[in-house]
């Protein structure tokens, strides 16, 4: 397991609170170290169940193809790689080509033992590292992932530059990540549900409401769209695009290492 260095003094939010960003990586695997074991009904409850309609349409979006060497970062329990390695090998199976190779990445090791736990697809591999200083060469993946993760991450630029070095050339970037909704009775309803039942819950069915608030907290600290999306382009990516997705409750942010 990795851990990554940071400036004196530097600080990153952690809900709505603002702490040094080392101590923001030792908190944020603080929790996810109490919900790995509930991290699909983590999803459930902050999304409404809508998260796996999410996960179809970014990676239909990222569009895997045979031989390419896929980097999902923050990857969790592997439901974003198994959607990869399944459409990657269809197409295998009508065109032809090689085998893709699907890494999930994360920085915590009991989230990456609930996956294996879980079960995986041929061309999965699994990996614990971080995302601000992944362990990877220069330019060495086709296409890079990261699904309701980047905001946990203590310096959101650092795991962005990070994305574009190891991207190759032409190489694709995708984000899907909890965001702003545009429309504000879509915003007021998801803010009353978000902030009163899905605490609650937590702490009624996995016995941890602090974490769930912490998660709520986090999404309402993430920047907007057009910010976040000036943030890829700052690192490099060019044509950058956002896709709403349920009215801007969540979003895809996709680029290109060109």
Known sequence: MTDTAHPSGKTSSFGFRDVDAKEKVQMVRGVFDSVASNYDLMNDLMSAGVHRLWKDAAAAKLNPRPGETILDVAGGTGDMA??????????????????????????????????????????????????????????SVDAYSISFGIRNVADIPAALAEARRVLKPGGRFLCLEFSRP?????????????????PRIGGWVAGDRDSYQYLVESIRRFPDQSTFKSMIEAAGFSRVTVTNLSGGVAAIHHGWAI
């Open 182 to 198: 545009t429309a504000s009775a879509i915003r007021k309803a998801y803010d009353a549900w978000s902030f009163h039942a899905i």
């Open 82 to 139: 198994r959607r990869y390695a399944k459409m990657a090998r269809a197409a295998q199976e009508r065109r032809g080509g090689p085998d893709a190779s699907v890494i999930v990445l994360d920085y915590n090791a009991e989230m990456i033992m609930a996956g294996v736990h879980k079960g995986g697809e041929p061309e999965m591999s699994w990996s614990v590292g971080d995302a601000m200083a992944l362990p990877m060469p220069d330019a």
